[in-house]
């Protein structure tokens, strides 16, 4: 079985920094690009950014470019997601999904497998 686990979500004042997690299960992580989304409630789903597979390059999406950072390490089996300078509207649940790329691409925000989720809350 296939599965990736989110985990680092919890509450954070406005300005502060959390790390997620994404662990992989049942594959090994360095072929598959990564996404991070994230959903607010009552709001659609949002793609945040997304590494390539092995030593990838990275993508953001505008609202989160210079304050979040993606990178993997894969003798881990683990991408991360640093988020820095964290605003009220980055409260949401966020998700990592994967994506095979066998042969290094510039990643996009797409997802074949997902994770659960875990909640990340950015409040005074």
């Known amino acids: 079985q296939l599965q990736l686990v989110e985990s680092g979500g919890g509450l954070v004042q406005p300005g502060g920094s959390l790390r997620l997690s994404c662990a992989a299960s049942g594959f090994t992580l360095d072929r598959y690009a990564i996404g991070w989304f994230r959903q607010a409630p009552g709001k659609e789903r949002e793609g945040v950014g997304c590494?390539?597979?092995?030593?990838?390059?990275?993508n953001y999406a505008d609202s989160v470019k210079g304050r979040f950072t993606i990178s993997r390490d894969n003798a881990k089996n683990t991408v991360y997601l640093q988020m820095n300078s964290l605003k009220p509207e980055d409260t949401a649940i966020y998700y990592c999904?994967?994506?095979?790329?066998?042969?290094?691409?510039?990643?996009?925000?797409?997802?074949?497998?997902w994770g659960q989720g875990t909640q990340v809350t950015v409040s005074s």
């Open positions: 590494i390539s597979s092995r030593a990838g390059s990275t």
């Open positions: 999904a994967a994506y095979r790329m066998m042969i290094q691409t510039p990643c996009i925000l797409r997802g074949d497998y």
